[in-house]
């Protein structure tokens, strides 16, 4: 459990590992993970930060054997991982937990499992409810618990294992903010005091704070497809203060990473290279309103620090990245490091009203979105200007898996019809040119006839 | 920006004069809607013209005394048989919505029709219909003298026994869970009764209604072909239907014309699928009351053919303008007196209504047995009792035995979504089958290898009750959250504990329905498979269905009675003593 002992064997060994997917037209696959380089050791935890298509939950379940590489190799104490890896227990972001079991016979599944006696089962774990402060509730359905002592009963059922590793998939992210930080807190204390019932964690997480609170080090994944950027040593004593200078350091450095995809990280000699050609036709899954809003908000000369805003706004990163990117693409906001700013267009459109606006940004998608700028030539190209959907969904459905190929689709959608760039029918399944302004209102109307 | 200068799109590439790709990118073109609209022109023809001439057929004169001599063995007239089949049920199926919508809206109005109506639906529901033919026929016959068309709505009703009651709770429960704001809003802004209706109940029980219609359009294939020839009184009534044609194929021992009415069901059941329930399942989603869309949405090229259509289109403009002077007739008809709108739905639950149900189901059945004591004695009921326990064993063993053989394949097509998706289709065909189709082979197997019916007649009951036990518990599986599944994963169960921990609670309501849906189908399935017939040979085995079966022949009436009324109590008392309780037992200890 000590933070100094000696990485002899690691407790895993990724080497390589890539994971696809078959893409949408079925011709060719697409790297949700690519060339993955991981070891886990004893008596470490490890935070895997990444945005939301980094695929940081495929690589949690690559390394407990659920899913198997497409390339590479995983090796558990040097022998390569076939099935699933018997050293590890999982704490599921939705609690897993079975409705028909009580509290005790959940948390008592995997001892079962192994065959115990009926005496030692119940031994263990009413003594790991006892850790996370559900003794008291055994004989209950999950059903009748709150939230957060769901996933107190999810932390028990995994700490009875025992397990050389725990891993934990955005554990907290399902609960409410109060909820998931009194149950970080004790996490971190549990640790801290050396009594914690497993020999390694690794977190997938999307939270900064989580990440530096939690962890010895943090793997910074980028997204689309997902590789290591690099990795954060994060020394910092525990128990660990949040309201640290350190901590909050931390905390700068690490938004910085996140809000700058192509920042390269620490030491890391892997500059992450641009994958254009899949970048080119796809759109942050961000609403324009949202981008509109945000506009608004920012300080037009001097800017603001997106941890704060984040913090002002009581949003995740993960919703608030898409909108910062759909602002960049529009060319409507740039972003230096954690450093929000508007671009002069931006000021414009922040104080322009309502009609100015969707001038605006049917203009700065025009210019400035691929994917909308074929769309528009096929409608000009068409003698009907009309254009099916399925169109769009081609070009798209080379690049993309079939669900992210509807993702942006819809994300197109949104965008054409907030500013009336083009009428969609989704009866007719039929993108046609908007006439001017206006026209939102009535591409609604034709989307309900 | 890199991207604007390094690339070339496609269409600029392309060219005016010749453009290959923008094919892809446009409507399609004039030739191809040309086309298009007259194939479906011709279609709609086709159907009309179909429709017509069929339904004057359906009005020919009839003479009570004719014998089987209508059906005409010849494969190639099976078109037409399977199309005079086809026609009952599409209007069945409408007569049972119309019933579903008009009942159902009563029920979910009126707290007295509520408490009155349900609990009398929920026991018609659970009585045999194939019993009931023995007394509808003579009485719809009676009610068009000298014409076919008195067998025709005796087939209906047969069909629509079979269907309508389920459609009356799925129309009641759709109603009863319309979000309470979506009513007040209907309130709030004064929507007329016919509003109410078309914008509001109509849309929002679309899609369980489609569902539900669609399974029991399945089920009623069953009822269709056994209602088309039956004996009763000692003479035989035959409509032309795919029915009758297999029946005249067993009078005459035709094994290769009972195969190839097998083909044209088969076919029959995938047109219908393709060209009626697809696109209609498709267009229904856009009805979904959450917001969030569908995981898989449906897909159906008959639809998209239809909503390319330039016709159709001006069709349903002139359509849609042409009815606009009805709906505003019927919203100024239903314009409510009140200041505040339709009546909300009432919530008071008045006691005295069941009571009064519970005595006079009680009632009837008192006298249903003083009759019966006083026309056949105590000791022929007793025996008829004694064969319904017998037949109640046989159900037993149907459920039983489709489950300990189909759960492990269900859970091995469940588990698998990409196999759940490919087979969830095929399955439901296969479900629609009509068993007594399927009868003869099994007949000629038992009388080759001298297999008794007593045992026989299981199998042949399972034929049709088999796949719902398939069919739901396969959804069951495929419906166990993957989080869930990994967690059993990870956590290694294995083996016994996998099953009793996991599998067994997670599938246990799917479970019940298909076990309810089966032993109904099962009981149904007994009147006709206790007594089967291959030309000269019969053979028979005691069980309350063979009892009924031989009553209906030989025209018995006290004892027909008596043997519908063990069936039906067998059947609501196995309902409420056993799957109730079940149900209520799998929503308190494993729903969320």
């Given at each position: 459990?000590?933070?100094?002992?000696?990485?002899?064997?690691?407790?895993?060994?990724?080497?390589?590992?890539?994971?696809?997917?078959?893409?949408?037209?079925?011709s060719s696959r697409?790297a949700?993970?690519?060339?993955?380089?991981?070891?886990?050791?004893?008596?470490?935890?490890?935070a895997?930060?990444?945005?939301?298509?980094?695929?940081?939950?495929?690589?949690l379940?690559?390394?407990?054997?659920?899913?198997?590489?497409?390339?590479g190799?995983?090796?558990?104490?040097?022998?390569p991982?076939?099935?699933?890896?018997?050293?590890?227990?999982?704490?599921?972001?939705?609690?897993?937990?079975?409705?028909w079991?009580?509290?005790?016979?959940?948390?008592?599944?995997?001892?079962?499992?192994?065959?115990?006696?009926e005496?030692?089962?119940?031994?263990?774990t009413?003594?790991?409810?006892?850790?996370?402060g559900?003794?008291?509730?055994?004989?209950?359905?999950?059903?009748?618990?709150?939230?957060?002592?769901?996933?107190?009963v999810?932390?028990?059922?995994?700490?009875?294992?025992?397990?050389?590793?725990?891993?934990?998939?955005?554990?907290?992210?399902?609960?409410?903010?109060?909820?998931?930080?009194?149950?970080?807190?004790?996490?971190?204390?549990?640790w801290?005091?050396?009594?914690?019932?497993?020999?390694?964690?690794v977190?997938?997480?999307?939270?900064?704070e989580?990440?530096?609170?939690l962890?010895?080090?943090?793997?910074?994944?980028?997204?689309?497809?997902g590789?290591?950027?690099?990795?954060?040593?994060?020394?910092l004593p525990?128990?660990r203060?949040?309201?640290?200078?350190?901590?909050?350091?931390?905390?700068?450095t690490?938004?910085?990473?996140?809000?700058?995809?192509?920042?390269?990280?620490g030491?890391s000699?892997?500059?992450?290279?641009?994958?254009?050609?899949?970048?080119?036709?796809?759109?942050?899954?961000?609403?324009?309103?949202?981008?509109?809003?945000?506009?608004?908000l920012?300080?037009?000369?001097?800017?603001?620090?997106?941890a704060?805003?984040?913090?002002?706004?009581?949003?995740?990163?993960d919703?608030l990245?898409?909108?910062?990117?759909?602002?960049?693409?529009?060319?409507?906001m740039?972003?230096?490091?954690?450093?929000?700013?508007?671009?002069?267009?931006?000021?414009?459109?922040a104080?322009?009203?309502e009609?100015e606006q969707?001038?605006?940004?049917?203009?700065?998608?025009?210019l400035?979105?691929?994917?909308?700028?074929?769309?528009?030539e096929?409608?000009?190209?068409?003698?009907?200007?009309?254009?099916?959907g399925?169109?769009?969904?081609?070009?798209?459905?080379?690049?993309?898996?079939?669900?992210?190929?509807?993702?942006?689709?819809?994300?197109?959608?949104?965008w054409?019809?907030?500013?009336?760039?083009?009428?969609?029918?989704r009866?007719?399944?039929?993108?046609?040119?908007?006439?001017?302004?206006?026209?939102?209102?009535?591409s609604?109307?034709?989307?309900?006839? | 920006?890199?991207?604007?200068?390094?690339?070339v799109?496609?269409?600029?590439r392309?060219?005016?004069?010749?453009r290959?790709?923008?094919?892809?990118?446009?409507?399609?073109?004039r030739a191809?809607?040309?086309?298009l609209?007259?194939a479906l022109?011709?279609?709609?023809?086709?159907?009309?013209?179909?429709?017509?001439?069929?339904?004057?057929?359906?009005?020919?004169?009839?003479?009570p005394?004719?014998?089987?001599?209508?059906?005409d063995?010849?494969?190639?007239l099976?078109?037409?048989?399977?199309?005079?089949?086809?026609?009952?049920?599409?209007?069945?199926?409408?007569?049972?919505?119309?019933?579903?919508?008009?009942v159902?809206?009563?029920?979910?109005?009126?707290?007295?029709?509520?408490?009155?109506?349900?609990?009398?639906?929920?026991?018609?529901q659970?009585?045999?219909?194939?019993?009931?033919?023995?007394?509808?026929?003579?009485f719809?016959?009676?009610?068009?003298p000298?014409?076919?068309?008195?067998?025709?709505?005796a087939a209906?009703?047969?069909?629509?026994?079979g269907?309508?009651?389920?459609?009356?709770?799925?129309?009641?429960?759709?109603?009863?869970?319309?979000?309470?704001?979506l009513?007040?809003?209907?309130?709030?802004?004064g929507?007329?009764?016919?509003q109410?209706?078309?914008?509001?109940?109509?849309?929002?029980?679309?899609i369980?209604?489609?569902?539900?219609?669609m399974?029991?359009?399945?089920?009623?294939?069953?009822?269709?072909t056994?209602?088309?020839?039956?004996?009763v009184?000692?003479?035989?009534?035959?409509?032309?239907?795919?029915?009758?044609?297999?029946?005249?194929?067993?009078?005459?021992?035709?094994?290769?014309?009972v195969?190839?009415?097998?083909?044209?069901?088969?076919?029959l059941?995938?047109?219908?699928?393709?060209?009626?329930?697809?696109?209609?399942?498709?267009?229904?989603?856009?009805?979904r009351?959450?917001?969030?869309?569908?995981a898989?949405?449906?897909?159906?090229?008959?639809?998209?053919?239809l909503?390319?259509?330039?016709?159709?289109?001006?069709?349903?403009?002139?359509?849609?303008?042409?009815?606009?002077?009805?709906?505003?007739?019927?919203?100024?008809?239903?314009?409510?007196?009140g200041?505040d709108?339709?009546?909300?739905?009432?919530?008071l639950?008045?006691?005295?209504?069941?009571?009064?149900v519970?005595?006079?189901?009680?009632?009837?059945?008192?006298v249903?047995f003083?009759?019966?004591?006083?026309?056949?004695?105590?000791?022929?009921?007793?025996?008829?009792?004694?064969?319904?326990?017998?037949?109640f064993?046989?159900?037993?063993?149907?459920?039983?035995?489709?489950?300990?053989?189909?759960?492990?394949?269900a859970?091995?097509?469940?588990?698998?979504?990409?196999?759940?998706?490919?087979?969830?289709?095929?399955?439901?065909?296969?479900?629609s089958?009509?068993?007594?189709?399927?009868?003869?082979?099994?007949?000629?197997?038992?009388?080759?290898?001298?297999?008794?019916?007593?045992?026989?007649?299981?199998?042949?009951?399972?034929?049709?009750?088999?796949?719902?036990?398939?069919?739901?518990?396969?959804?069951?599986?495929?419906?166990?959250?993957?989080?869930l599944?990994?967690?059993?994963q990870v956590?290694?169960?294995k083996g016994?504990?996998?099953?009793?921990?996991?599998?067994?609670?997670?599938?246990?309501?799917?479970w019940?329905?298909?076990?309810?849906?089966?032993?109904?189908?099962a009981?149904?399935?007994?009147?006709?498979?206790?007594?089967?017939?291959?030309?000269?040979?019969t053979?028979?085995?005691?069980?309350?269905?063979?009892?009924?079966?031989e009553?209906t022949?030989?025209?018995?009436?006290?004892?027909?009675?008596?043997?519908?009324?063990?069936?039906?109590l067998f059947?609501?008392?196995?309902n409420?003593?056993?799957?109730?309780?079940?149900?209520?037992?799998?929503?308190?200890?494993?729903?969320?």
């Amino acid at each position: 459990m000590e933070t100094e002992s000696l990485p002899s064997q690691p407790l895993l060994k990724v080497r390589h590992v890539a994971k696809l997917f078959r893409s949408a037209d079925g011709s060719s696959r697409v790297a949700v993970l690519d060339d993955i380089d991981l070891d886990i050791q004893p008596g470490e935890v490890v935070a895997l930060l990444g945005r939301s298509g980094s695929g940081k939950s495929t690589l949690l379940r690559l390394m407990a054997g659920l899913i198997a590489p497409s390339e590479g190799r995983i090796e558990r104490d040097g022998r390569p991982l076939t099935g699933v890896n018997r050293d590890v227990a999982i704490v599921f972001q939705s609690f897993a937990l079975l409705p028909w079991l009580t509290v005790l016979e959940n948390t008592a599944v995997g001892l079962e499992a192994r065959g115990l006696g009926e005496k030692e089962v119940r031994r263990r774990t009413l003594r790991a409810l006892a850790m996370v402060g559900l003794e008291g509730s055994a004989e209950a359905y999950p059903r009748e618990l709150s939230g957060g002592m769901r996933q107190r009963v999810g932390f028990a059922r995994a700490f009875v294992m025992e397990p050389a590793l725990l891993l934990m998939d955005e554990p907290f992210s399902a609960l409410d903010v109060l909820t998931a930080e009194n149950l970080r807190r004790d996490i971190d204390e549990l640790w801290a005091g050396g009594k914690f019932p497993a020999g390694s964690i690794v977190i997938v997480t999307h939270s900064i704070e989580e990440a530096v609170l939690l962890s010895d080090r943090v793997v910074l994944l980028s997204a689309n497809p997902g590789r290591i950027r690099g990795v954060v040593p994060n020394p910092l004593p525990r128990p660990r203060d949040d309201t640290a200078p350190a901590f909050r350091a931390l905390v700068d450095t690490l938004y910085n990473y996140m809000t700058d995809p192509d920042k390269p990280v620490g030491t890391s000699p892997l500059a992450v290279e641009q994958t254009t050609s899949q970048d080119a036709l796809a759109l942050p899954p961000a609403s324009l309103g949202a981008v509109v809003d945000l506009l608004t908000l920012v300080p037009e000369q001097e800017g603001i620090s997106v941890a704060e805003l984040a913090d002002e706004l009581v949003l995740e990163l993960d919703d608030l990245l898409p909108i910062l990117d759909a602002g960049e693409l529009l060319q409507l906001m740039a972003v230096d490091g954690t450093h929000l700013g508007l671009t002069a267009l931006g000021q414009d459109l922040a104080e322009a009203n309502e009609e100015e606006q969707q001038r605006l940004l049917r203009n700065q998608m025009l210019l400035h979105v691929p994917l909308v700028r074929r769309l528009q030539e096929a409608l000009e190209q068409s003698a009907k200007a009309e254009v099916e959907g399925d169109f769009v969904l081609d070009l798209l459905s080379e690049q993309f898996t079939k669900t992210e190929a509807e993702a942006v689709f819809e994300t197109l959608v949104s965008w054409i019809r907030a500013c009336g760039l083009f009428r969609y029918s989704r009866e007719q399944d039929r993108f046609r040119p908007g006439d001017g302004p206006g026209d939102a209102l009535e591409s609604e109307e034709d989307d309900q006839a | 920006m890199a991207l604007e200068a390094g690339r070339v799109p496609r269409f600029e590439r392309a060219g005016s004069a010749s453009r290959p790709t923008s094919a892809l990118a446009e409507r399609p073109d004039r030739a191809r809607t040309l086309l298009l609209d007259t194939a479906l022109l011709l279609l709609g023809l086709t159907v009309v013209v179909g429709i017509g001439s069929l339904s004057s057929q359906m009005a020919v004169s009839f003479h009570p005394h004719a014998q089987l001599s209508g059906v005409d063995l010849n494969p190639l007239l099976l078109p037409y048989y399977a199309a005079r089949s086809s026609l009952r049920m599409f209007i069945a199926l409408a007569i049972s919505l119309t019933i579903a919508v008009a009942v159902g809206s009563l029920t979910a109005r009126s707290a007295v029709a509520e408490r009155l109506l349900l609990p009398l639906v929920d026991v018609l529901q659970s009585v045999p219909v194939l019993g009931f033919l023995a007394v509808i026929v003579p009485f719809f016959i009676a009610l068009f003298p000298g014409s076919l068309l008195g067998l025709e709505a005796a087939a209906m009703f047969a069909i629509v026994t079979g269907q309508v009651w389920n459609l009356i709770f799925c129309y009641h429960q759709s109603l009863r869970t319309i979000p309470a704001e979506l009513r007040e809003a209907s309130r709030v802004y004064g929507f007329t009764g016919w509003q109410q209706m078309v914008r509001l109940e109509l849309p929002a029980s679309a899609i369980p209604m489609v569902w539900n219609g669609m399974m029991s359009f399945a089920g009623g294939w069953f009822f269709a072909t056994q209602s088309e020839a039956i004996s009763v009184n000692n003479s035989n009534y035959t409509l032309p239907g795919i029915g009758s044609y297999v029946a005249a194929a067993i009078a005459q021992q035709r094994l290769d014309c009972v195969l190839w009415a097998l083909v044209m069901m088969l076919a029959l059941i995938v047109i219908t699928d393709q060209l009626f329930w697809r696109p209609i399942v498709t267009w229904s989603e856009q009805f979904r009351l959450d917001t969030n869309s569908a995981a898989t949405p449906s897909q159906s090229w008959f639809l998209e053919m239809l909503q390319q259509s330039e016709l159709l289109q001006q069709l349903g403009h002139w359509l849609g303008s042409g009815l606009l002077p009805l709906g505003a007739a019927l919203n100024r008809w239903t314009r409510s007196r009140g200041r505040d709108g339709p009546a909300p739905l009432q919530k008071l639950e008045p006691r005295w209504v069941d009571n009064l149900v519970l005595l006079a189901g009680a009632i009837a059945t008192v006298v249903a047995f003083h009759h019966s004591l006083q026309q056949v004695g105590l000791g022929e009921t007793l025996n008829a009792f004694g064969q319904g326990l017998l037949t109640f064993g046989r159900v037993l063993a149907v459920v039983g035995g489709s489950t300990l053989i189909l759960l492990p394949l269900a859970v091995v097509i469940g588990l698998r979504p990409r196999w759940a998706a490919l087979l969830q289709p095929v399955m439901l065909m296969l479900a629609s089958i009509p068993a007594n189709l399927l009868f003869p082979f099994f007949t000629v197997v038992f009388l080759f290898c001298g297999m008794p019916l007593f045992y026989g007649c299981v199998v042949l009951m399972a034929m049709g009750a088999q796949w719902y036990v398939l069919f739901n518990v396969t959804a069951g599986a495929s419906a166990i959250p993957n989080d869930l599944r990994e967690m059993s994963q990870v956590f290694q169960l294995k083996g016994r504990q996998r099953w009793r921990r996991f599998l067994l609670p997670a599938m246990f309501s799917a479970w019940i329905t298909g076990a309810v849906t089966a032993s109904g189908a099962a009981w149904n399935a007994s009147i006709v498979a206790e007594l089967v017939t291959w030309g000269s040979h019969t053979l028979q085995t005691p069980g309350i269905g063979s009892y009924i079966a031989e009553a209906t022949a030989h025209g018995d009436q006290p004892r027909l009675f008596l043997g519908l009324v063990v069936m039906a109590l067998f059947v609501v008392g196995t309902n409420r003593l056993v799957w109730r309780p079940l149900y209520r037992f799998a929503e308190e200890r494993y729903g969320n």
